[in-house]
T-cell receptor
Framework: GAGVSQSPSNKVTEKGKDVELRCDPI?????LYWYRQSLGQGLEFLIY????????KSGLPSDRFSAERTGGSVSTLTIQRTQQEDSAVYLC???????????????FGPGTRLTVL | AQSVTQLDSHVSVSEGTPVLLRCNYS??????LFWYVQHPNKGLQLLLK??????LVKGINGFEAEFKKSETSFHLTKPSAHMSDAAEYFC???????????FGSGTRLQVQP
């Protein structure tokens, strides 16, 4: 596709429910990132996938958060037992290569707005 | 660990006047630095990046930024603001060991007619 796509664009859920957010990166991009944008915390890094390497999960706020990337392409971010403080816009980004000494631009998707009631 | 400080949460300018959005970084080594822009209901877009080549970096839409190591600053400027520049701007640093981006808190730019 032309850019990073995310679905759904909006998700409203009840406290305690599980949610899955999907990201389709730009074709051929080997690196994929999840970020969260919230009023209180600004933009925060969550998790990073690079090729077949073990993901960098250092930004995940709790063990209720997990993510996987199947076949080196599509990624799903799962939040279990959602809490009101999970309400935020979840952004996905991809880049050509996350390793080495040269920075490759991260292209961002439009985000998924999650509201936990 | 890196940190990025955007000194102004809101900046308001008149159309046609210069824009200055201030950013300071804290890092134990020369970081990679970026400015991203986010228009309402749109995704983040890269404006420009500094990666230890020229200290004056030119970006899209007439924006530029100067890396000043002595001041640990990376301020964003534009000579003449346009109404379409109204958006939120993020100063961003990258941990080259991790590739994750560290975002500043953002500066909302308003452009008055």
């Amino acid at each position: 596709g032309a850019g990073v796509s995310q679905s759904p664009s909006n998700k409203v859920t009840e406290k305690g429910k599980d949610v899955e957010l999907r990201c389709d990166p730009i074709s051929g991009h080997t690196a994929l990132y999840w970020y969260r944008q919230s009023l209180g915390q600004g933009l925060e890094f969550l998790i990073y996938f690079q090729g077949n390497s073990a993901p960098d999960k250092s930004g995940l706020p709790s063990d209720r958060f997990s993510a996987e990337r199947t076949g080196g392409s599509v990624s799903t971010l799962t939040i279990q037992r959602t809490q009101q403080e999970d309400s935020a816009v979840y952004l996905c980004a991809s880049s050509l290569d996350g390793g080495g000494g040269t920075y490759n631009e991260q292209f961002f998707g439009p985000g998924t707005r999650l509201t936990v009631l | 660990a890196q940190s990025v400080t955007q000194l102004d949460s809101h900046v308001s300018v008149s159309e046609g006047t210069p824009v200055l959005l201030r950013c300071n970084y804290s890092s134990s080594y020369s970081p990679s630095l970026f400015w991203y822009v986010q228009h309402p209901n749109k995704g983040l877009q890269l404006l420009l990046k500094y990666t230890s080549a020229a200290t004056l970096v030119k970006g899209i839409n007439g924006f530029e930024a100067e890396f000043k190591k002595s001041e640990t600053s990376f301020h964003l400027t534009k000579p003449s603001a346009h109404m379409s520049d109204a958006a939120e701007y993020f100063c961003v640093a990258m941990d080259t060991g991790r590739r994750a981006l560290t975002f500043g808190s953002g500066t909302r730019l308003q452009v008055q007619p």
